[in-house]
């Protein structure tokens, strides 16, 4: 039994195959394309003409896509959104889409309306929906908008409103219409829980088409039966259909597929990770073996969130990150030659001094024709790496919880240009097949579910609240794929709600299984 395993990064696309007991058979890169669709099928491609398996014996296929964020960034091939927020006229002083960029309300068709509905904060009625109304705005909005956002006030304590509404978009447009209903989505937070469902359902026809290429470059090459899975930014997998659900959770799964990966190799369930990549070095930190969650609201392009992200500093510093000297001072990134350094490096016969022709003077790097930068002055090599070394020591410092020396675990592809000493770092490991620990990563997740809400415990006590949120994560982690005789408990986090009278608690709980 074979899995195979893929993630785009922006420079190149991994693919790896592991066999049932995790050891890998064979792993190649191909370089991104821009389309990302033809990358991905070269990898395969490649990965199963090299590796000489017998087909019918893969299992299972990963992919983790950089397509999503990418198509926000970029703020193209997004749907048209409706915005429907349960919450009038309490809400009426901040409508939807506050603070957004233009340039994306506008992709976006700025349509969003407040109606009746929504929750006090205690889980008393705010106001009741309006059947009517709703079904009013659905007939203004035939053909308007492609997928509908659904946001009620304090639903994260009460979300039968939004689900009511779904039903009746549903009933107005046909079941297979993509609806995002804030209360599954992100967490405390009227404005930011908004914002990712808007984005969320802006992302429906992304992820369709990422879907159905994989599924199909996968059948191209004869792979007709295997599960197939997409990475989500936990660094845990889900399934296609639940991914056509939460596209969202695919934003930043490449930088947790990565420390998923270095935790595997180097076995070590509590550490620093650096992933470094052709273009970004992305650090983050493991804690008991996933990667460690942001406290804060995080920004995706620009618009200000609060679903689920991991913790994670990316820097401009890579293989490819180009090497200036401005008035006497070295410079190093943020930009890089990316996917083309096979053409643009000195090592490759290029013309652009990278940090990787600096890796290759220094002898801590065996690619390219050596000759080519014979001509670099050593010392002025050793003095990029000071940079290099001086650069990263800042980005881990921010990603430090005390003063102490921290061990790091080094992996990605542009690896090898990182200096062996780095101040207020102890120890650094190095991994074999720290290249495509990304994909490795891919491979071996398991499917998680989480389930955020506000409960009174003074009303549900402590222990049924637990239990609930623990059935409804479970329920989650089932949808996404696992093997309900799997899950298990793995993490519940807790955080009393001072200005409630009642004794309210904003109950956080994750559990994980195995692949069904």
Known sequence: MFRIGIDVGGTNTDAIILDEHNRLIHSVKSPTTLDIKTGIEASLRRVLKEADIDKTKITHAMLGTTQCTNAIVERKKLATVGVIRLGYPATASV????????????????????????????????????????????????????SIAIIGVFSSIKND??????????EAYGEDYPVSCSSLIGSVGLIERENATILNAALCQVIETTATGFTHALEAEGIQDAEVYLCQNDGTLMSIEYAKQFPILTIACGP???IRGASYLANIKDTMVIDVG??????????????????????????????????????????????????????????SVGYKIAEEALVFGGSTLTTTDIAVRLGLADVGDKSLVSHIDESFAKEVQSVISSFLANAIDKMKTSSEDVQIVLVGGGSVIIPDQIPGVADIVKVENGGVANAIGASISQISGQYEQIYIYSREPREDSLKDAEDKAVKQAVMAGA????????????????????NATRLRVKVVGEMS
């Open 483 to 502: 093997n309900p005789d799997t899950v298990k408990l793995v993490e519940v986090e807790e955080t009393p709600l001072a200005y409630h009278p009642e």
């Open 278 to 335: 052709g273009t970004t070095s992305d650090i983050g930190v493991l804690q008991d073996g996933f990667p460690r969650e942001s406290s804060v609201a995080v920004e995706v392009g620009d618009i200000r969130t609060n679903f689920r992200m991991p913790d994670i500093i990316s820097v401009g510093l890579g293989g490819g990150s180009i090497v200036r000297v401005d008035n006497g001072k070295i410079t190093v990134g943020p930009d």
């Open 256 to 258: 947790t597929n990565s």
């Open 161 to 170: 409103q939004e689900l009511r509404v779904r039903d009746f978009i549903w």
């Open 95 to 146: 409508p939807p889409y506050t603070a957004w960029p233009k340039d994306m309300v506008d992709k976006l068709s700025g349509n969003y309306a407040l109606v009746h509905g929504g929750y006090e904060y205690d889980g008393q009625l705010l106001g009741e929906i309006d059947e009517q109304e709703i079904k009013d705005l659905l007939a203004k909005w035939q053909d308007k908008v492609e």
